[in-house]
Nanobody, 124 residues
Framework: HVQLVESGGVSVQAGGSLRLSCTVRGYSRSRYCLGWFRQGSGKEREGVAALSYSGATSYAESAKGRFTISRDDAKNTLYLQMNSLKPEDTTMYYC???????????????????WGQGTQVTVS
């Protein structure tokens, strides 16, 4: 039973930094893609950053140069370090895992089988 639990969402001022965490349990580490997504009210969920089993990373244009995805296998935790935050980064952030592929090749949310409950980030 795969479980993902996000934390770290808070209110910060524009220009500030924040690190989101996602504890992932119950999955095999032999093949996966871990991703961070966000979804505003009335909008489609969009990809932000992804990390494959091999360590390859992918970033949405909005995240490049500002956000960094990483993982700590010993803690079963995925991170999203967000710097230079902007008000438009305000929204719910979700972590997800695709257990059927060894690379992160798409932002299509249907590709990811398991999702966390989300954590709210507010930038003012």
């Amino acid at each position: 039973h795969v479980q993902l639990v996000e934390s770290g969402g808070v209110s910060v001022q524009a220009g500030g930094s924040l690190r989101l965490s996602c504890t992932v349990r119950g999955y095999s580490r032999s093949r996966y893609c871990l991703g961070w997504f966000r979804q505003g009210s009335g909008k489609e969920r969009e990809g932000v950053a992804a990390l494959s089993y091999s360590g390859a990373t992918s970033y949405a244009e909005s995240a490049k140069g500002r956000f960094t995805i990483s993982r700590d296998d010993a803690k079963n935790t995925l991170y999203l370090q967000m710097n230079s935050l902007k008000p438009e980064d305000t929204t719910m952030y979700y972590c997800a895992v695709d257990l059927t592929h060894s690379s992160c090749y798409t932002w299509n949310t249907a590709t990811y089988q398991h999702w966390g409950q989300g954590t709210q980030v507010t930038v003012s």
